[in-house]
């Protein structure tokens, strides 16, 4: 399986912008996809999640109504709408897949670059 993020760039604050992880293989399996981010010297950090069958979805505080996570099972992507970006949140932002079977991520994209200018 592999996972292609795609959909970032550079946005003024208060802007906003749609990331895609579109994922390439069988994803019967899979429990969640997740979205991460990684700003320039921080760790990684967790953003948002969503079940992969049941849609249950699970937020950072720090994105809580700013952020939305979707999926399209039969298009085996899933997506983040970001809302009110905020210079904060310039961060490479990777998507994740978690197994059923799993305790962890098991595979991840590559990652896509959001700039936030203030």
């Known amino acids: 399986v592999q996972l292609q993020a795609s959909g970032g760039g550079l946005v003024q604050a208060g802007g906003s912008l749609r990331l895609s992880c579109a994922a390439s293989?069988?994803?019967?399996?899979?429990?969640?996809v997740g979205w991460f981010r990684q700003a320039p010297g921080k760790e990684r950090e967790f953003v948002a999640r969503?079940?992969?069958?049941?849609?249950?979805?699970d937020y950072a505080d720090f994105v809580k109504g700013r952020f939305t996570i979707a999926k399209d099972t039969a298009k085996n992507t899933a997506y983040l709408q970001m809302n009110s970006l905020k210079p904060e949140d310039t961060a490479i932002y990777y998507c994740?897949?978690?197994?059923?079977?799993?305790?962890?991520?098991?595979?991840w994209g590559q990652g896509t670059l959001v700039t936030v200018s203030s």
């Open positions: 994740a897949a978690r197994l059923v079977s799993s305790s962890g991520y098991d595979y």
């Open positions: 293989g069988r994803t019967d399996s899979w429990y969640f």
């Open positions: 969503i079940g992969w069958r049941s849609g249950i979805t």
